[in-house]
């Protein structure tokens, strides 16, 4: 490889790889805020407050006529946050297939997930890319719908998305949908709580 060949693949990939480096360090902060924020609460908290905290997501139950609810969910075994995802879909009626993989990374770039719209797992539900802590009810409307999309996305990790529960902390975030096309339009939005 020439000096200039390098140069140019360097300038090509430097941005990629900087993106990748800063959601492993999102994600390793979230899990130990989280960590730290569950064994420093002088409060205990029961099951019943931890479902709690999703009721408002989960009681808008969206019917769908006869539609598999089936998900294949790709994590990092390092993060606990996609548990809580996965039982979130669970408790809405979704057939988990559950893979950890070190190697998320390229599980995205499989998938054709966009690095601004990456987040800690990536699942496959009826052909559609579903990134990170999207509720259930955007899928079940994706799935009823059935735009031209590639999928939907919640970047990052928001407190208060399913999975990121954190009491009564809720920050606003956007369900995006994109396409093969790099184009990307607000899906549905949640506002602050």
Known sequence: MSYKQFIHWWQKSLPSML???AIRAVVII????????????????SNAQLVSTTK?????????KSTALNATVYHSPDCNCCGGWINHLKAQGFQITDFSTP????????????????????????????????????????????????GLSVPQMPVGTPGMEMGDRKDPFSVLSFDSKDSVAVFNEYPSS
């Open 103 to 150: 190697d998320i990374e390229t599980v995205k770039q499989k998938f054709n997930v966009p690095d601004n719209l990456s987040s800690c797992h990536t699942a496959i539900v009826n052909g559609y890319v579903i990134e990170g802590h999207v509720p259930a009810d955007d899928i079940k409307r994706l799935l009823q719908e059935k735009p031209n999309v590639t």
């Open 56 to 64: 408002g997501i989960q009681d808008k139950q969206i019917p769908l």
């Open 19 to 21: 993106v990748r480096v």
């Open 30 to 45: 979230c899990l130990t805020v989280g960590v730290l924020g569950i064994l420093g609460s002088t409060a205990s908290m």
